[in-house]
């Protein structure tokens, strides 16, 4: 087991080396100058000038590269916007985002695992009808737009809570809730897809033939497998989560890590972005191993390996 | 018995109108603030929370006159060469250092010498800055200068406490994080992507003011969220909400509107480089195909005016020309006479940066096509817009026709016409100091009423020069002359006393909350 998570782990540097290159070079192709837009209209071609030296990015693409990964190993990066240290520009947004990716996952792991078990137990019934068009609408209306729809109901006509902002827990609780909501839609499919076909297992007929009350089977020898893949799910929108979700971090006036980089992306702050993405696509790395080790706990066939 | 009832009448007035001390006003912006070292200030969002921090020697008011800040009064001497400030006595910077001469001079030199980025205001200007004595401090410039007291306003010239500067000087970061001036509120606190607060300055050196205790400007993105909050009272001003609610504010009574004219002006540059372009009928034609009256009317819901000068008419020295009436008849008979009578254009446009930027390619759009030009709309985004418009290689100047605003940080005549419109100043010159005429214009005429303005301080001569500057650039159209922005800027009923500049400034100096 230690062996496998130190392997782990250790693969996680030419993941986050891979992830560098990449993102260093799009942020290069894309056309924009990051001196020319950070000096504003209006500047002299003199002060335009003096941002380009500053930064280096009068230099070749190699070089600037090369200095940018020993910024990275040295803790020596500062954002060519604020000129502020990036690692303490990014965190503290970084750690807003977990607060709301974690609230979410579990709200929609509580709503989602409910309506996915609920309706496939109660296959056809009016309970599985109602949690199917639930998760459907909840897929495919944007989340921008029930954020908005949340707002002018309880902040704007209700006055119940507050319409955006970080604050204390009620300012939580509204995009939380959006966010929960569009991600519990796709974790209930899941869980009802993946609870139907272990009903359906030979094993599960066997038991049932048994006569065993229909509670304890669906504790006992259904859900422990149909979990599996509903863990992954799980895992995967939470790894997205924690990237930032943009659109409900605009929508609320969050101060997230997703709307970070992407203004980080329209004003050509390199440094900016490129720090970001290595941090999400690292958490990414992190979060896909804390599901494996959740697997290995939940089916021991997993543990060897 | 009438004295008696208008002094009751006078008395409750201001009963009514006197300003109550107290509260916290929150204050909504769209993006977060980049840096508080006023020698780094890039942006609009950045100059209004550093207002409130800082002061300059002197300030532009809400008619764009200049008057006196920290600096009382002063004198030109030199016909125009050196500038002699009489410096206001008992200021305190916020951490307790002396407002006087040598802190004025320290500015000048850590700008200089610490080559922060805005330096390129004042490096061609000045020559040195002297102490006369400890409330007296000289700049001598190299040539007069018509637009150095409004360069001095803007937000590079805010004075910065000297002691901040021994501590903080060597690391922009953490000037930018200590900002420390003599201005009504002083810094507490800066949550990157989130908030930035200020307190109350209690000994500030305006008798009275401030009347709040505290702001607190807090970064939400988006237009509609902004909007929302201020209608659920969880904010108390937000500034330029989509057009398309404004109906909706206006009628909504826990909330006042309020819409200033600014110095921005919307237009589109024509490359006058190429045919068809090059032909001034061809311009001329578009300027009279496009209704403007229509799109402030329709697009814009009142949020913008239609222009007829390259300068805005809040900016200082503008004079208006007549512009080009909407008259379809008459541009579909100057493109006859040019001989291009089925023409096709292409326009590149930004898509957000302005206000419907995009929405008044379109409409323009739809206007051309009734006298006969079909007109290719691209949307870019603004990243790589600007760096293509505003590129020094030639191979980026196939564009035709680009949607662009410009906002004269000065608010003065100057700051406009030298970029835009002098020759030396094209793509092409090598030597441009402001390269921003990319449309290719040059007319020698024009360039020598600009390089008149630049050192004219009389002001009636300056005036005169600059409404020629303004008539032949209009004749000659290398810009289809579209609209003057407005600011809007929604606030929740209570709030009264906030100042709004043409210079897209807010001030809440004055403001107070009625509650």
Not at chain 2, 96 to 113: E, M
Not at chain 2, 231 to 240: S, T
Not at chain 2, 408 to 423: D, I, K, M, N
Request: positive net charge; hydrophobic residues 45%; proline residues 5%.
């Amino acid at each position: 087991m230690l062996r496998f998570i130190v392997r782990r782990l250790l693969l996680l540097i030419p993941v986050v080396i891979g992830v560098s290159i990449v993102s260093f070079s799009i942020m290069h192709m894309i056309p924009g100058d990051p001196a020319r837009i950070i000096a504003g209209e209006g500047a002299t071609a003199e002060d335009i000038m003096s941002i380009r030296i500053k930064y280096g990015l009068d230099r070749p693409l190699i070089e600037q590269y090369f200095r940018f990964m020993k910024g990275v190993l040295t803790n020596d990066l500062r954002s060519i916007r604020t000129e502020r240290p990036i690692l303490s520009e990014i965190l503290p947004r970084f750690a807003n985002t977990a607060q709301l990716a974690f609230v979410s996952i579990i709200i929609s792991s509580v709503i989602g695992v409910t309506l996915g078990i609920v309706s496939a137990v109660k296959r056809n019934s009016w309970v599985d009808t109602f949690s199917m068009v639930f998760s459907l609408v909840g897929v495919s209306m944007p989340i921008f737009w029930l954020g908005i729809l949340l707002i002018i109901l309880f902040a704007v006509t209700l006055r119940w809570l507050p319409s955006g902002g970080k604050g204390g827990v009620e300012h939580l609780i509204l995009p939380a809730i959006t966010l929960g909501l569009a991600t519990s839609a796709i974790i209930a499919r899941m869980t009802r897809a993946s609870v139907l076909e272990v009903l359906n297992q030979d094993y599960v007929r066997t038991v049932v033939a048994f006569g065993l009350p229909k509670r304890k089977i669906i504790y006992k020898y259904v859900l422990r497998n149909a979990l599996i893949p509903v863990v992954t799910v799980i895992g995967l929108q939470f790894g997205y989560l924690l990237g930032g979700a943009v659109l409900t971090e605009s929508v609320f006036g969050w101060p997230g890590l997703g709307r970070f980089v992407v203004d980080s992306i329209f004003s050509r702050d390199y440094i900016a972005v490129q720090v970001g993405i290595m941090l999400i696509a690292t958490t990414f790395v992190l979060v896909n191993l804390a599901v494996d080790l959740v697997y290995a706990f939940i089916d021991p066939r997993l543990r060897r390996g | 018995m009438r004295r008696f009832v208008a002094l009751f009448l006078a008395l409750l007035c201001v009963v009514g109108l006197s300003a109550k001390y107290g509260g916290t006003l929150r204050f909504l912006i769209g993006v977060d603030v980049t840096t508080l070292l006023p020698g780094n200030i890039p942006d609009s969002i950045s100059t209004i929370v550093g207002m409130h921090i800082f002061e300059g020697l002197v300030d532009i008011d809400e008619n764009l006159k200049i008057i006196p800040a920290l600096a009382e009064r002063w004198e030109i001497l030199d016909g125009g060469t050196a500038y002699v400030f009489h410096l206001r006595k008992n200021v305190k910077f916020h951490d307790g250092a002396d407002f006087n001469a040598y802190a004025v001079k320290k500015n000048f030199d850590y700008l200089f010498s610490a080559n922060l980025r805005n330096v390129g205001v004042y490096k061609s200007i000045i020559k040195e800055v002297q102490v006369i004595d400890d409330y007296t401090v000289k700049f001598v410039l190299f040539r007069p200068n018509s637009s150095f007291l409004y360069r001095l306003a803007q937000s590079t010239g805010w004075i910065v406490s000297p002691q901040a500067i021994d501590k903080f000087g060597n690391d922009p970061a953490a000037m930018s994080k200590n900002p420390v001036g003599t201005g009504p509120f002083m810094f507490k606190e800066w949550k990157a992507g989130e908030s930035v607060e200020l307190v109350k300055n209690p000994n500030y050196w305006r008798e009275g003011l401030p009347y709040l205790d505290r702001i607190i400007f807090r970064v939400v993105a988006e237009d509609v969220s902004r909007v929302n909050q201020v209608r659920a009272g969880d904010a108390d001003l937000m500034y330029n909400p989509p057009p398309a609610l404004f109906a909706a504010l206006e009628q909504d009574k826990s909330l006042q509107v309020k819409v200033i004219p600014t110095v921005r002006t919307i237009f589109i540059g024509l490359n006058t480089s190429k045919p068809p372009l090059n032909d001034v009928r061809v311009r001329q034609a578009l300027n009279y195909a496009v209704d403007k009256e229509k799109l402030c009317r329709v697009l814009m819901r009142g949020l913008a005016k239609p222009s007829d000068s390259p300068l805005s008419s809040m900016t200082y020295g503008y004079s208006p020309t007549g512009g080009y009436p909407y008259n379809p008849d008459k541009a579909k008979q100057l493109l006859k006479e040019a001989g291009y009578e089925n023409l096709k254009l292409e326009l590149i446009t930004p898509k957000g940066r302005y206000l419907n930027d995009y929405e008044t390619a379109v409409a323009i759009q739809g206007m051309l096509k009734e006298v006969g030009v079909t007109l290719d709309v691209k949307p870019m985004e603004w990243g790589a817009y600007v760096s293509k418009i505003l590129s020094r290689k030639p191979e980026d100047w196939d564009y035709q026709m680009f949607l662009l605003g410009w906002a004269p940080g000065t608010a003065e005549v100057h700051q406009v016409l030298f970029p835009l419109f002098h020759s030396s100043n094209r793509m092409d010159s090598p030597n441009a100091t402001m390269p921003y005429n990319n449309y290719f214009y040059s007319n020698p005429k024009v360039d020598e009423l600009i390089e008149k303005i630049a050192v004219e301080i009389n002001e009636k001569k300056l005036l005169e020069y600059s409404a020629e500057a303004q008539k032949l650039i209009v004749q000659d159209a290398p810009w289809i002359f579209l609209y003057e922005m407005n600011i809007a800027a929604v606030m929740r009923k209570e709030v009264q006393g906030v100042k709004i500049y043409p210079t897209e400034r807010v001030s809440l100096a004055e403001a107070w909350i009625d509650r």
